[in-house]
C-alpha cells in the first residue's frame, strides 16, 4: 500500500530527490581537474564578456545548494540545470579549449551515472534525447544547410540567405516602381533564424503516477493506448499487462516479393552462423505512378524523335525488421521504381 502511495504523484519530499541525486553530484565533484572550472560561478572579473553571452549561469555549487534546499520539486528539474550547464559551456568555449573538454567528460560521468536513481523513482531514464538539426529548404526550394542562417515568415515559410538578399533591395523615393517597396517591407516582416534547432524528444505522462517518461523510452504510441498510458511501475502495482501488440513487422501484409527476399536473406545469415535473429521483409507500399517528361527533357534528348508524354512505372518501399529485446527494430530501407516492358524507351524494363 506504501508503495502504491508512492507511485500516486511524482512530487517528492526534498530529502529524497536530494538523497537520490547526491551521489551524481560527488561523482562530479571527485573529477580533477575537469570539474574545477564549473565548482563555482564565473568570475566576471576574469571573464567580462561571461554574463553577456550567458543569460542563465549555473554551476555545481549553485545545484548542490538548491539540492540541499529542497528547491528541486521534480527530479527533472535537477536534470534540467545539469544540462544548462554543460550547455553553457559549449556555447562560451571553444570545441579546442580545456573548458569544452572538460565539459565533455564531465557530461559523459553524468549520463552514466544517472539513469539508476531517475529509475529507483519511477522514471524511465535521466538522458536528454533531441533530434538532430535537418537540411531546410526555402520557397525557391534552395537548401538550407546545418547551421546556416535563414529568414522565416510567421506562417513558417522560410527564406535562404540568397533569396532574403533579393526580396530585401531598399526602395527610393523617387521610385516608381511598387515591386521593391513591397519586397523591402516584406523583408522587414521576416525573422532571422539559424537552423541548428534541436528538437527534443517528447514525454508521455502516466495517467496514474503523473511521472513524464520519454516517449522513445516506452515506445509511446497513441494508437496503442486507446485507455490512457501507464508506466511499467505502475502496471506492476496494479498486477496489470501490456496488451498484446498488433503492430508487429510479422503481422504486416505479406507478398511474394517480401518472402523471396525474406527467404534468401536468412539462409545466407544461417550460413555464415552469426548468431543474428531472423529478418522480416514487407513490401510496405506498392503503387502505380508515373514521371512527366518536361519540356528541357524534350529539347535536349527527344529532338529528333517520337516525344513520350510520360514513363509509366510502380513504386515501392521495401523494409526490413529484425526482433531485438522483443522489439522490432527496422534497420534497412529501400525505395525503388519499377520501370516494366510497356515503358516507352529508354526506360524499358
Given at each position: 500500500?506504501e ?18 541525486f547526491?551521489p ?17 560561478p564565473?568570475?566576471?572579473a576574469?571573464v567580462?564578456d561571461y ?23 521534480d ?19 571553444k570545441k ?36 538532430e ?13 546545418v547551421?546556416a ?8 515559410i ?19 516602381s ?11 516582416q ?20 503523473n511521472?513524464k ?33 498488433k ?9 511474394e516479393l517480401g ?10 545469415l544461417?550460413?555464415?552462423?552469426c ?34 508524354v510520360?514513363?509509366?512505372y510502380?513504386a ?34
Open positions: 500500500m508503495m502504491e502511495k508512492l507511485y500516486k504523484t511524482p512530487s517528492f519530499r526534498p530529502e529524497v530527490i536530494c538523497q537520490a547526491m551524481t553530484l560527488k561523482e562530479l565533484f571527485r573529477l580533477y581537474p575537469e570539474s574545477l572550472p564549473f565548482r563555482h564565473v568570475d566576471a576574469q567580462p554574463y553577456e553571452i550567458i543569460k542563465n549561469p549555473i554551476d555545481l555549487s549553485t545545484i548542490k545548494f538548491k539540492l540541499q534546499m529542497g528547491l528541486y520539486q527530479p527533472w528539474q535537477y536534470i534540467d540545470d545539469m544540462y544548462l550547464m554543460f550547455d553553457n559551456a559549449e556555447v562560451y568555449n579546442t579549449s580545456k573548458v569544452y573538454k572538460y565539459c565533455s567528460k564531465l557530461s559523459e560521468v553524468f549520463r552514466s551515472v544517472i539513469d539508476q536513481p531517475m529509475q529507483s523513482l519511477g522514471y524511465c531514464c535521466g538522458q536528454r534525447y533531441a533530434f538539426a535537418q537540411v531546410l529548404y526555402c520557397a525557391q526550394a534552395c537548401s538550407i544547410p547551421g542562417i535563414y529568414w522565416e515568415e510567421s506562417n513558417g522560410k527564406y535562404c540567405q540568397k533569396c532574403f538578399s533579393k526580396i530585401s533591395e531598399d526602395c527610393t523615393l523617387g521610385d516608381n511598387v515591386e521593391p517597396l513591397v519586397n523591402s517591407l516584406k523583408a522587414k521576416l525573422q532571422k533564424m539559424k537552423n541548428n534547432f534541436l528538437k527534443p524528444e517528447p514525454f508521455i505522462l502516466c495517467k496514474n503516477c511521472r517518461q520519454h516517449e522513445i523510452c516506452v515506445l509511446y504510441l497513441e494508437i496503442m493506448w486507446p485507455e490512457g498510458f501507464l508506466c511499467n511501475t505502475c502496471l506492476e502495482i496494479k498486477g496489470k499487462w501490456r496488451r498484446e501488440n503492430f508487429t513487422a510479422e503481422k504486416l501484409q505479406k507478398t518472402l523471396y527476399l525474406e527467404s534468401h536473406v536468412n539462409s545466407h544461417e550460413k555464415m552462423k548468431g543474428a535473429s531472423r529478418v522480416i521483409i514487407r513490401v510496405l507500399s506498392s503503387s502505380e505512378k508515373s514521371v512527366e517528361v518536361k519540356p528541357e527533357m524534350k529539347s535536349k534528348f527527344f529532338e529528333n524523335e517520337e516525344q513520350p510520360q514513363f509509366p510502380r515501392k518501399a521495401i523494409f526490413a525488421f529484425q526482433r531485438i529485446d522483443d522489439i522490432d527494430v527496422c534497420f534497412f530501407g529501400m525505395y525503388v521504381q519499377e520501370y516494366g516492358s510497356e515503358c516507352a524507351f529508354p526506360n524499358t524494363r
